[in-house]
C-alpha cells in the first residue's frame, strides 16, 4: 500500500502566523490520521530574510502547539537534506535538463532591464509579463553567452493555449488558462531558485504525495502543475485551504490581534485550546455540534475532504471561551504547573514545598470563572496578596455599628483559630453572631465580605477563605493575607 507522504514548507522568515499553523496542522491531522509521514522542509531561499533564528523557533513553537513530523532538518530522514539551501545541487541539476528538453531557456535580461520593464507596466496600469526577449534567442547563442561567462537565469517555456487543469480536494476541478501566465524565472543566475521550481523538484524527490497548503497558492499551482507536466513527474494531490480572515473579513492581521503562536503562548493561551480552535478553521466534524476535543480526537475525527472552501473567520472571543473550557480540563497539579511562569512573570517568587502547586491549580480554577487567559489569572492572584483596600470600603464598615460590631466579633473570634481556619469553622462564628446578636442577612455577611476580600462582589466567600487560609501556610512571597491580618485592618 502506498503510504501518504505530506509537508509542511514554511519559510523561515518571520514567527509563526495562525494561517501557517493552521496549514500545518491539516498536515499533521492527515498524516496521522492515515497512518502517513509528515516532512517539515525548510524553504529558506529567500537568503536575505531568511534566518536560522526562525527556524529554531518555528520548530519550538509546532511542539508547542503538539505539531510533531517525521522527517526533517531537526531528525534527519532518507530523502534529506531538509533545508533548500542545502539542495542547490540538485536544483541546478533539473535546471539543465529542462533547459536540455527545451522546455527551458537561459535569460539573459538584467536586474535594471526587468525592474524597467515592471515599472512601464505599472504605470499603464497593465499586467507585468515578460517580454519573451530571451525565448527568441537560439539555443547555440544562448550557450556561446553563457560559457562566455555572462550571468543567466533559467526561465521556463510556459506553454502557449493550453487550458491547466487540477483535482482540488477542497476546491474540486480547478482551470487556468496558459496564455495568461508569462515565462518565469526558475533559477536566478546566482542558481538560488524560485519558489514554484524548488516546490516541484523537492515534492517529488521527497516523494510527497499530497499537498494540502493556503489558497493564496492556487495559481502557484498552475505553475507546478506546468512543471510537473514538463519534468515528467506525476501530480501528487492537492488540498487548498481557504484563507484565514479576521471579523472584518479581510486577512488576518495584527490589525484584529495576536496573530503569531508566539504571542497566544505568552498571553497564557493553552496549546490544546489552540490547537483545538485551529483545527475547527475551516473544518467541521461529520455531525454533531461536538467543539472541544482533544489532540487524540481531533486525530482520529479529521477528514481532509470535509474541509470548507469558505474562508474562515477567527474569532478571538471563541477561543478565549475555548482556552477556559481546556484550562478546566487540567487537574489541580497540572494547572498549578501551567500556572508557574505566569506567576513568576507577575512578581510571585514560590519554593518547591509540594502544597504550592496544588494550591496555584485549586485557586487557577477559582479565578477562571473571572478570567480566561494564564496571564490574566496570574494577574488576579494579586487580591490575595495585597491588603491595600480602597478607602471607601474601609469607611463603609466604621461608619456603621453594626458593620463594625460583626467584624470586631468575627476578628476575636478567628484569633484563637490557628491558621489554616476551615471554612466551616467560618460558617459557625457566622451563625453564633447572627444568634447572640441578631444581625442577619444583608447587614451580617456584606461586611464579612468586604473585610475579607476588599470587593463588593467577585469570589464566594466559600472559595475564598479556603485560598488564602491555606496559601498564607504556604512559602510564596509576596506573602497571602490570612483572614486574620485582614480583619485587623479594620479593628482601630
Ligand atoms: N514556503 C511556502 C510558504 O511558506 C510553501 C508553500 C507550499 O506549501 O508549497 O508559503
Redesign the pocket.
Known sequence: MNTNRLRF???PTGYVHVG?ARTALFNFLHAEKTGGALVLRI?DTDVERSKREYEENLIKDLKWLGIDWQEGPDKGGEFGPYRQSERTETYRNYGQQLIDAGHAYYCFCTPDELNKAKENAQEQGLQQEYSGKCRKLSAAEAQKRVQNGEPAAIRFKVPENTEITFYDLVREKVTFDSNLISDPIILRSSGIPA?NFS?VIDDYLMKINM?I?GED?LSNTARQVLLYKALGFDLPKFAHLSMVMGSDNTKLSKRHGSTSLIQFREEGYLPEALLNYLALLGWSPAGGDKVLFTRDELIKDFNIKKVSKSAAIFDYQKLKWMNREHLRLLDDKELGTRMTPFLQRAGFEFTDDPGIIPWIGKTARVLSAYHHLLSEIADGFKQFTSLDYDPAIVSSIADSEEARKVIGIMSAEIAGVPSPVDFSKVAEIIKKIQQQEGIKGKALYHPIRLALTGKESGIELNDFIPIIETGSTLDIKPAVYNMASRLKVFIA
Open positions: 514548507a514554511p519559510s501557517n524553504e519558489y516546490v499537498v497548503r497558492h
